[in-house]
C-alpha cells in the first residue's frame, strides 16, 4: 500500500454523515473529493486546500474518474511556496499525464520566481534564470542579451533605467529570442513583454509596510509570460517568439528618479513623474517599444500593474485591456478554455488623455489616491502610447489574480500562476 495519503474522486455524494452537501470525506487511507454539479473545478480545489491544511504533506491521486483539469484543480489547491511537489497524478484514460507534466513545469517555475525573496531574485537575477529556464526547454532555439545599467540609456530604454537606478542592482532588459524555424530571418510571430519589478517600495511615494510586505511579488508578469512562452513551447509551439522582461528594483536613493522629474523616450513621448510608485508603466514602456520593433504582429503583455484592476475585478480574475476589441473577446475567450477566469476592462483611445501634465506630453498616473477614478484603465491607455500598429494585434494583461498576500479556501499564500495558461493559448493560437 501506497505510503502516500490517497485521494480519489467521486461523482457520488458524500456519506449523510460528513454534512449536507459535503464535497470532502475521509477514510483509513484518505479521502475521497465529491464531485458538484455547480463549479465542479473549483471545488475540487476547495478540496485539495482543506486537505493541505490538515498538515497532509504529499498525496496520490487515484482512480478512473480524474481527468486532466480535475488533477490540475486539485494540484493548484494543494501546493504551497514551501511544497510544490506534494501531488502525485493518476495515469488514466481521461488525462493527458504529459500535459500535466508541462504544466508543472512551468507552474513551479513561476511560484519559485513569486515567492522568491528579492535578495535572491533581483533584476539581473530574474534575467538570467528565466533565459536559463527557457534555454533548457530548446537549447538549440534560444538566444539571448541582457542589457544593463548605463547600456539602457545608450539604446534609449529611458523607463526601466529611470526606475532602476535608485538601487545598487542594476536594472536591466532581456531579450530573448525563441527561432525554432532553423532561418535567422524567420519573422517574428508574436512578442511578450513582462513587468519585473522584484521589489516595490513605491520610491519617494514610498509604501506603507504593510503595502510594501508583498512586493517581491511586482516582477509576477515577468513570471507569467517566461511561464507561458515555456508551457507554449512545451505544446509543441514552432513560431518564431520574442520575450523582453523590465526588470528592476523600485527604491530610494539619492540617485533614486523623483517627482517632478521628465522622461524623455525613444519615441519622443515626454513623461511627468507625478508618482513613482506608477513605475511598472514606465518600464513597460520600452518592453512594448522593443516588442514593436521586432515587427510581431502580436504583442501580450503581462503586469502586476494596478490595484484598481483589484478593485474592479477582485482577486479571481484578470482584467484584459485592448484597443483590438476583436482580440481582447478572443483572450478572453482562450482564458475560458485554459481554466482561467479574465474580464475585459474599458480602453479606448482618450485614455491616453487621463494623465495630463502642464509640463509633458502626459504624466505617469494622476496625483490622487489610486491614480483616481479608472485607474487601470488610465494605466492601460498610457501604456497604449507605447504600442505599434495604433494598437492592433496588443492586448495587456494586469495581473489582478496572479498572487495573494494570505490563503484562501482555494489557494494558499503566494503565487497561483493565473494568467500563464491564457498566455500560452494566446500564442498558440494566434502567433
Not at 471545488?43 to 486532466?68: P, S, Y
Not at 517632478?260 to 519615441?267: A, E, P, R, V
Request: aromatic share 8%; net charge negative; hydrophobic share 40%.
Amino acid at each position: 500500500m501506497s505510503e502516500k495519503f490517497v485521494v480519489q474522486l467521486s461523482e457520488q455524494s458524500a456519506p449523510s454523515h460528513w454534512g449536507e452537501n459535503a464535497s470532502l470525506s475521509f477514510n483509513e487511507h484518505g479521502a475521497t473529493v465529491h464531485l458538484s454539479e455547480q463549479e465542479t473545478l473549483k471545488n475540487v480545489q476547495k478540496a485539495a486546500r482543506t486537505i493541505a491544511t490538515q498538515g497532509v504533506k504529499a498525496v496520490e491521486l487515484t482512480g478512473d474518474t480524474w481527468c486532466t483539469e480535475s488533477q490540475w484543480a486539485f494540484y493548484q489547491g494543494f501546493v504551497t511556496p514551501k511544497s510544490l511537489n506534494g501531488v502525485t497524478f493518476v495515469d488514466n484514460a481521461q488525462s493527458d499525464i504529459k500535459e500535466l507534466g508541462n504544466l508543472k513545469t512551468s507552474a513551479i517555475w513561476a511560484r519559485e520566481m513569486v515567492n522568491g525573496t528579492a535578495d535572491d531574485i533581483y533584476p539581473e537575477s530574474l534575467a538570467e534564470k528565466a533565459a536559463e529556464f527557457i534555454q533548457s526547454l530548446a537549447p538549440e532555439h534560444v538566444s539571448y542579451q541582457i542589457i544593463k545599467g548605463d547600456a539602457l540609456l545608450e539604446q534609449q530604454w529611458i523607463g526601466i533605467h529611470a526606475v532602476g537606478r535608485g538601487s545598487v542592482r542594476p536594472p536591466v532588459l532581456l531579450e530573448l529570442d525563441y527561432n525554432p524555424t532553423g532561418d535567422a530571418n524567420a519573422p517574428v510571430s508574436a512578442a511578450l513583454v513582462g513587468k519585473g519589478i522584484t521589489f516595490d517600495s513605491g520610491g519617494y511615494s514610498i509604501k506603507s509596510s504593510e503595502g510594501m510586505l508583498g512586493m517581491k511579488c511586482d516582477m509576477g508578469g515577468a513570471a507569467t509570460v517566461t511561464a507561458g512562452l515555456a508551457l507554449a513551447i512545451n505544446r509543441g509551439i514552432e513560431k518564431r517568439i520574442k520575450l523582453f522582461l523590465c526588470c528592476a528594483e523600485n527604491l530610494i536613493s539619492g540617485h533614486a528618479y523623483k517627482l517632478g522629474d521628465i522622461l524623455t523616450y525613444k519615441n519622443g513621448t515626454t513623461v511627468e513623474i507625478v508618482n513613482t510608485d506608477a513605475e511598472g508603466r514606465l518600464v513597460l514602456a520600452d518592453g512594448l517599444m522593443a516588442a514593436g520593433e521586432s515587427g510581431a504582429p502580436l504583442i501580450i503583455d503581462a503586469a502586476t500593474l494596478t490595484g484598481a484592476a483589484l478593485v474592479a475585478v477582485g482577486q479571481e480574475y484578470n482584467a484584459l485591456f485592448a484597443l483590438d476589441k476583436e482580440l481582447v473577446r478572443e483572450v478572453e475567450d482562450f482564458a475560458s478554455q485554459e481554466m482561467e477566469a479574465a474580464w475585459p476592462l474599458p480602453l479606448e483611445k482618450w485614455h491616453q488623455q487621463n494623465c495630463p501634465s502642464a509640463y509633458a506630453d502626459t504624466a505617469n498616473s494622476r496625483a490622487q489616491k489610486g491614480g483616481g477614478y479608472g485607474g487601470a484603465s488610465n494605466a492601460a491607455g498610457f501604456l497604449s502610447r507605447f504600442v505599434a500598429n495604433d494598437g492592433k494585434g496588443w492586448v495587456h494583461i494586469d495581473l489582478a489574480a496572479a498572487f495573494n498576500m494570505s490563503s484562501t479556501n482555494q489557494w494558499a499564500a503566494g503565487a497561483t500562476t493565473q494568467g500563464m495558461r491564457t498566455v500560452a493559448r494566446t500564442l498558440l493560437e494566434k502567433a
